[in-house]
């Protein structure tokens, strides 16, 4: 499939899940305070090329994702330079307080091993069976194409679609006769 039949086939069907993205409970771990997990999550930020999310004390990055509802996850777009950008990627679906300690502790519900056409905006496609109920997503990024000590992320955009769900209290329970 080529970037560009791959493009379209998530124009068709998959929306930019940003919207459903709860705020209030994201988080970054060994993020420069100078260059935040915002610069390269939220809308506007993440389109200019002088804003980045950076690590810290060393090349990794855990990143936690909440969804405001339910999400099916079809393909993440990672952003990032040739030397300082992402390599390996480890997502891992509905597992809250994870950490660098226990990341290596559960199994990923996928992992991406990022080309220089992924880091130029080419989307990795996932798993698509293993993020159909997803209430939050962490991201690990394990390391970086050249192995420096700091990895650079211009861009995260995620892709999906929105699961309908029942509103159970619509319903009203019936009265035996």
Known sequence: MSAAESATAIQRNKADLLDFIDWSGVECLNQSSSHSL???LKQGNREDEGLNLESDAD???LVYIPFTQVIKLHSI???GSEEE???TVKLFTNKEH???SNV???PPSDT???SPDNLKGKPVVLKYVKFQNVRS???FIEDNQSGSEITKVQKIVLYGSTVETTDMKGFKKIEDQ
Request: proline share 4%; charged share 15%.
């Open 98 to 100: 994870m950490g660098f």
């Open 38 to 40: 915002s610069n390269a």
């Open 137 to 139: 997503l962490t991201i």
């Open 112 to 114: 991406a091993v990022l």
């Open 104 to 106: 290596s502790d559960f």
């Open 85 to 87: 950008g992402p390599k």
């Open 59 to 61: 090349e990794q990055l």
């Open 77 to 79: 777009v990672i952003e």
